[in-house]
């Protein structure tokens, strides 16, 4: 029973602030109009008009024909609070959202973004917000990742408990327990910062690596956060070294996406030589086989040397 009558004060309270914002853009509107549009009798709506009231916002009705609610004129939001520039912001970030996570929410939350565009200021406000595509879904890869997200994003709302299988980096496979606390998007990949009750602390769950997810009826009592570490600059420049590799033109771009373009150097015409940032271990030296024949270690020595004893490796892996 409690539930309910929390999902039902949700609901009423999600109904008034959209009444709210329906009386903000329209000069007037009928009880019988609302009651239609959110599914609920007239007197349910001449409820809430009395609860909008109350909380200070005051809505006058007319009788008649053409009459209905309206929110008196001097309590009316200047929709020019918000430039062109801010509302275009928003609506990018929103639609930018919507694409990955879908929900009731986000799709609310742009239409009433949308009501406060006048009319003299929509096309121009579109032309802008449409200047940046932002698509966070990924060209290919796992497709279970959405699923993920609506049950980890249910779990975030109801403080349910989830559970699931979840795989390290070495592939070894563990049942957890956790406690969901944040959706993290980083680098192109998403993470749910939980606390795990197997390992009695806080954890990033990498969503590529949960198998089985499923959110228990149990509801957890929320614990003092603590939020993730996402930024490892200090780290890694404690970490890194710097080596030498040679590329040829045709892997340029790919190798963009780990370092600037002002560590290039020509070599000749189809070559660049790149001082390239190194950590050793397999991450890296992946990084580096990923270029394939494209491009070649020329230094230090003993990083060289490590890449050919990988290839041996692979090489005799292939002669079996």
């Given at each position: 029973m409690i539930k309910k009558d929390v999902r039902r004060y949700h609901m009423k309270i999600d109904r008034l602030v959209s009444i709210i914002m329906i009386l903000l853009d329209k000069k007037r509107i009928g009880a019988q109009e609302l009651s239609e549009f959110f599914e609920v009798s007239p007197r349910t709506i001449?409820?809430?008009?009395?609860?909008?009231?109350?909380?200070?916002?005051?809505?006058?009705?007319?009788?008649?024909?053409?009459?209905?609610?309206?929110?008196?004129?001097?309590?009316?939001?200047?929709?020019?609070?918000?430039?062109?520039?801010?509302?275009?912001?928003?609506?990018?970030?929103?639609?930018?959202?919507?694409?990955?996570?879908?929900?009731?929410?986000?799709?609310?939350?742009?239409?009433?973004?949308?009501?406060?565009?006048?009319?003299?200021?929509?096309?121009?406000?579109?032309?802008?917000?449409?200047?940046?595509?932002?698509?966070?879904?990924?060209?290919?890869?796992?497709?279970?990742?959405?699923?993920?997200?609506?049950?980890?994003?249910?779990?975030?709302?109801?403080?349910?408990?989830?559970?699931?299988?979840?795989?390290?980096?070495?592939?070894?496979?563990?049942?957890?327990?956790?406690?969901?606390?944040?959706?993290?998007?980083?680098?192109?990949?998403?993470?749910?910062?939980?606390?795990?009750?197997?390992?009695?602390?806080?954890?990033?769950?990498?969503?590529?690596?949960?198998?089985?997810?499923?959110?228990?009826?149990?509801?957890?009592?929320?614990?003092?956060?603590?939020?993730?570490?996402?930024?490892?600059t200090d780290i890694m420049a404690t970490l890194q070294t710097t080596i030498k590799i040679r590329i040829h033109n045709s892997i340029m771009d790919r190798v963009l996406d780990y370092c600037t373009y002002e560590l290039f150097s020509t070599d000749d015409d189809e070559h660049y030589t790149v001082s390239f940032p190194f950590i050793e271990n397999d991450y890296y030296y992946n990084i580096l086989f990923s270029f394939g024949d494209k491009c070649e270690c020329l230094e230090p020595l003993h990083i060289r040397t490590e890449m050919k004893r990988r290839i041996h490796d692979l090489a005799t892996l292939y002669e079996k």
């Amino acid at each position: 029973m409690i539930k309910k009558d929390v999902r039902r004060y949700h609901m009423k309270i999600d109904r008034l602030v959209s009444i709210i914002m329906i009386l903000l853009d329209k000069k007037r509107i009928g009880a019988q109009e609302l009651s239609e549009f959110f599914e609920v009798s007239p007197r349910t709506i001449y409820r809430d008009i009395d609860t909008i009231n109350m909380a200070g916002i005051p809505v006058f009705s007319t009788s008649g024909v053409g009459g209905g609610f309206e929110i008196m004129e001097k309590y009316k939001i200047d929709r020019k609070v918000f430039s062109t520039a801010d509302l275009s912001a928003i609506l990018m970030g929103l639609s930018s959202l919507s694409s990955m996570i879908r929900g009731d929410e986000l799709v609310n939350a742009l239409a009433k973004v949308k009501s406060f565009i006048p009319a003299d200021r929509a096309k121009d406000i579109d032309l802008k917000t449409n200047q940046i595509l932002i698509d966070l879904s990924p060209w290919m890869g796992n497709r279970n990742i959405q699923a993920s997200l609506d049950i980890i994003k249910t779990a975030l709302e109801e403080s349910k408990l989830l559970t699931f299988e979840y795989a390290d980096r070495y592939g070894n496979r563990t049942g957890r327990k956790a406690e969901p606390y944040q959706l993290v998007l980083k680098s192109s990949h998403w993470y749910c910062q939980g606390y795990c009750h197997k390992r009695n602390d806080f954890r990033l769950f990498k969503l590529s690596r949960i198998a089985n997810l499923q959110i228990q009826e149990e509801i957890f009592t929320p614990r003092a956060y603590q939020k993730p570490q996402l930024d490892f600059t200090d780290i890694m420049a404690t970490l890194q070294t710097t080596i030498k590799i040679r590329i040829h033109n045709s892997i340029m771009d790919r190798v963009l996406d780990y370092c600037t373009y002002e560590l290039f150097s020509t070599d000749d015409d189809e070559h660049y030589t790149v001082s390239f940032p190194f950590i050793e271990n397999d991450y890296y030296y992946n990084i580096l086989f990923s270029f394939g024949d494209k491009c070649e270690c020329l230094e230090p020595l003993h990083i060289r040397t490590e890449m050919k004893r990988r290839i041996h490796d692979l090489a005799t892996l292939y002669e079996k």
